[in-house]
């Protein structure tokens, strides 16, 4: 399966994006998806997960009650809607895919830039 992220952007703090994740190829299996980050100098790190059916939903602590995962499996897309942003939030962001969301994470997109300035 082939990811293709897209949405980041430059915006102020207190701002709102909305990244999208469209996945192709091999979209008949059913996976887990996941969006992830890495900010300059630090380790990648899990932001957000959502099952197959989107039953179930995992967030980092840092970003709990501003951002919210959510698919629309007819148009085979994961979207991160980030509310409240914050300087820290500046890194880019990588949508994965997989078969359970607590992963392990077997396919990734190539990642779009997310700038927040003060």
């Known amino acids: 399966v082939q990811l293709q992220a897209s949405g980041g952007g430059l915006v102020q703090a207190g701002g709102s994006l909305r990244l999208s994740c469209a996945a192709s190829?091999?979209?008949?299996?059913?996976?887990?998806m996941g969006w992830f980050r890495q900010a300059p100098g630090k380790e990648r790190e899990s932001v957000a997960a959502i099952s197959w059916t989107g039953g179930s939903t995992e967030y980092a602590d840092s970003v709990k009650g501003r951002f919210t995962i959510s698919r629309d499996n007819a148009k085979n897309t994961v979207y991160l809607r980030m509310s409240s942003l914050k300087v820290e939030d500046t890194a880019v962001y990588y949508c994965?895919?997989?078969?359970?969301?607590?992963?392990?994470?077997?396919?990734w997109g190539q990642g779009t830039l997310v700038t927040v300035s003060s």
């Open positions: 190829g091999r979209t008949d299996s059913r996976y887990a």
């Open positions: 994965a895919a997989g078969s359970d969301y607590e992963g392990p994470f077997d396919y």
